[in-house]
C-alpha cells in the first residue's frame, strides 16, 4: 500500500504526535496494543509447547518431542520478546520526546535568561571593581603625599569626598608599641 498524504493510512500523522500530549497519547496506545500482543504470544507459546509435548509427530521419543515442541514455541516467545521491546522503546520515545522537544527549550531559555542576568550582572560588578580600585588609588596617593594624616576626613584638592580607610601599610609599623 503506498502512503498517500492525503489520507491516513497508518492511523496517526506527524502533526498529531507533534500536538500537545499527541506523543503521550500515541505511545499510551502502542504500549497497550503491544502489551495485549506480548501475553497472546506468551500464552499461545506456552500452550503450543504443552499440546505438542502431548501430541508429538509420529516416530518421536519424548525428548525428540519435547526439542520439536520448543523449537516451534521458540518462534512465539522470540514475537514475545520482540513486542516487548516495542513496548520499551514506546517508553523511549515518549521521553526522549519530552526531553528535547518540551524540556530541552525550558531549559534553553532559563539558561539565556540567567545569562542575560549574569551579563547585566557582571556589567554592575566590573563597575564597583573599578570604583574600589579607583577609591584604593586615591588613598595611596593621598597618602603618598602625606595628605592623609594631616587631612583624615577630608578629600585631597579635586579628588571627590571618600570613607577614610586606614592605611593598609601601617600595620605592619613596628616600634609603635602596639
Avoid: C
Avoid at 504470544?41 to 501430541?55: E, I, P, T, V
Avoid at 508429538?56 to 520439536?68: F, S
Avoid at 522537544?101 to 563597575?127: C, D, H, I, M, N
Avoid at 588613598?139 to 579628588?159: I, L
Wanted: aromatic share 6%; charged share 20%; net charge neutral.
Amino acid at each position: 500500500m503506498a502512503y498517500d498524504d492525503d489520507t491516513s493510512d497508518f492511523g496517526w500523522k506527524s502533526d498529531q504526535l507533534l500536538a500537545p500530549g499527541g506523543m503521550a497519547m500515541y505511545t499510551d496506545q502502542i504500549r497497550q496494543i503491544f502489551r495485549e500482543h506480548r501475553d497472546d504470544f506468551r500464552a499461545l507459546a506456552n500452550d503450543l509447547q504443552g499440546d505438542l509435548k502431548h501430541n508429538p509427530p509420529a516416530g518421536d521419543n519424548k525428548l525428540e518431542a519435547n526439542y520439536h515442541a520448543w523449537k516451534t514455541a521458540r518462534l512465539l516467545h522470540q514475537m514475545e520478546g520482540h513486542a516487548q521491546a516495542i513496548i520499551t522503546l514506546a517508553a523511549k520515545l515518549r521521553a526522549t520526546h519530552q526531553n528535547i522537544y518540551v524540556e530541552l527549550p525550558k531549559r534553553r531559555a532559563v539558561k539565556a535568561e540567567a545569562k542575560a542576568l549574569e551579563k547585566s550582572g557582571q556589567g554592575a560588578q566590573v563597575a564597583r571593581t573599578a570604583g574600589n580600585v579607583n577609591d584604593l588609588v586615591r588613598q595611596m596617593a593621598a597618602h603618598a603625599t602625606g595628605q592623609a594624616g594631616d587631612q583624615a576626613g577630608q578629600p585631597a584638592a579635586g579628588v571627590p569626598a571618600q570613607p577614610a580607610y586606614p592605611p593598609v601599610f601601617d600595620m605592619f609599623k613596628t616600634g609603635t608599641g602596639q
